[in-house]
C-alpha cells in the first residue's frame, strides 16, 4: 500500500519559516541506498545516492526513467547517534536531469527535484 | 587610551543588540571605560576599529555574514594598535588556538562574571595575554597547551554550536519532530522553534532535511 505522506510534510521548495533561503542548496556527497518507486507504483526499486540536497537527488540505477516523471524516495541518514540510527527521510519529487553512464556496465544517473520530504525516526522499510 | 584621563577605549562587536546594550552599560559603570563605538557584523568591526582606533576590540566569534576570525585576519591591518579580546558563548581549542595565532589578546566566555572581563581587559592593556579565566604568562606554552588535543578532537567542530543546540540537532537528525524534541528536553515547541533558528542562522542551513545532512556530513553529532 502507499504510505501516504502525513500533514507533517515540509514543501522543500518553501523557506522554512524556522530558516533562511541562501540561495542554490549546498549537495552533500551522501552515498547511501535509496529505494524509490513511481508515483502510484506498490514496487519499490533500488538506487544508490551520489549527492544529496535539501532540495533534490543525485541517484544512480539500472534503469533510466523520463524526465518529469513522479517517484517517491526514501533514505535513511547513516549517522551514529544517541538513540540508534539516523532518521528515514522520505519524500516525493520528479526527474530533473539523466545522466548517461560512463561506460556501458555502470549505472545511469538521474537527478530528482524534491518537491516535499519528511523525517522519520528509525530505518527504510519496505512497506507492506 | 587617553593619556590624561586613562580612559580604556572600547569598541564592541556583536551581533545581539541586547548583548551589546547590556555589555555597554556594565563598561560604562566601570570608572576608566568608554565605549566608543558597536559593531553588529564582523566587516563592520573591520570598519570601525580602522575609524575609530580603540584601545580594545570585544569581538564576538560567531557573527553573520563576517565571522569574529575572520574578522581578526584583517585587524592587524585595519587597526594595527587595537587589541582584541575575543568573546565566545561556546569555544573550542582549536577556535581559541587560532583566535591566538591570529592576534587576539584575550579569549573569554560570554558566561564569564563581569568582574573576570573587566580583569581581562586591565590585563590585556597591560601587556599580557588573557585566556579563559586568567592571565597568561608564557604564551608559547599555552599555545603548545592549546595544539596538543587529539587530532580527532580537534576536527570535531562544533561549529558554535551550543551543548544544547547540539542535543537538538542529534534530535532532527534521529527524525524527533519538534513535538518529540520538547518532550524529550521538558521545553516549549516554542522554544525548540527558537533554537532551531539560532542553529540554522550558525550553519547556514534553510531546513530540517538541509540540517541533517549537514550534521551527518561534518559528524556534528556523532556519539563518541
Request: aromatic content about 4%; hydrophobic content about 40%; charged content about 30%.
Amino acid at each position: 500500500m502507499r504510505q501516504d505522506l502525513r500533514p507533517e510534510i515540509v514543501k522543500a521548495s518553501e523557506q522554512a519559516d524556522e530558516g533562511r533561503n541562501s540561495g542554490r542548496a549546498e549537495r552533500f556527497p551522501v552515498h547511501t541506498p535509496l529505494r524509490y518507486r513511481l508515483s502510484g507504483d506498490i514496487d519499490w526499486r533500488e538506487g544508490r545516492t551520489e549527492n544529496i540536497s535539501c532540495t533534490g537527488v543525485l541517484f544512480r540505477a539500472e534503469e533510466m526513467l523520463a524526465i518529469d516523471t513522479a517517484i517517491e524516495m526514501q533514505f535513511d541518514l547513516a549517522a551514529e547517534v544517541e538513540e540508534g540510527g539516523g532518521a528515514m527521510v522520505i519524500c516525493s519529487g520528479q526527474i530533473v536531469r539523466t545522466l548517461l553512464p560512463p561506460a556501458s556496465d555502470a549505472a545511469p544517473a538521474m537527478a530528482a527535484h524534491i518537491h516535499e520530504y519528511r523525517l522519520v525516526r528509525g530505518s527504510a522499510e519496505f512497506d507492506a | 587610551m587617553d593619556k590624561k584621563t586613562e580612559t580604556i577605549r572600547i569598541l564592541i562587536a556583536d551581533d545581539h543588540p541586547i548583548f551589546r546594550d547590556g555589555l555597554r552599560k556594565l563598561l560604562e559603570a566601570e570608572a576608566g571605560f568608554q565605549v566608543v563605538g558597536e559593531a553588529g557584523d564582523g566587516g563592520e568591526a573591520l570598519r570601525l576599529s580602522g575609524q575609530l582606533k580603540p584601545d580594545i576590540l570585544l569581538l564576538d566569534l560567531s557573527m553573520p555574514r563576517v565571522p569574529g576570525l575572520e574578522a581578526l585576519r584583517d585587524l592587524s591591518k585595519a587597526a594595527p594598535l587595537t587589541r582584541t579580546i575575543v568573546l565566545a558563548a561556546v569555544v573550542e581549542r582549536a577556535q581559541a588556538l587560532e583566535a591566538l595565532q591570529l592576534g587576539a589578546r584575550g579569549v573569554i566566555l560570554k558566561e564569564a562574571a563581569t568582574s573576570l572581563l573587566l580583569k581581562s581587559i586591565r590585563a590585556v592593556m597591560a601587556g599580557q595575554y588573557w585566556v579563559g579565566n586568567s592571565s597568561i604568562s608564557d604564551l608559547v606554552m599555552t599555545l603548545r597547551e592549546l595544539k596538543s588535543v587529539p587530532e580527532e578532537e580537534s576536527r570535531k567542530k562544533s561549529f558554535g554550536l551550543t551543548p544544547r543546540e547540539l542535543d537538538i540537532v542529534a534530535a532532527i537528525v534521529g527524525g524527533y519532530t519538534n513535538k518529540d524534541i520538547s518532550e524529550k528536553f521538558r521545553i516549549s515547541e516554542q522554544t525548540v522553534k527558537h533554537h532551531l533558528t539560532n542553529i540554522f542562522d550558525k550553519l547556514g542551513v534553510s531546513n530540517r532535511l538541509e540540517l541533517a545532512l549537514f550534521a551527518v556530513n561534518h559528524r556534528l553529532v556523532e556519539d563518541d
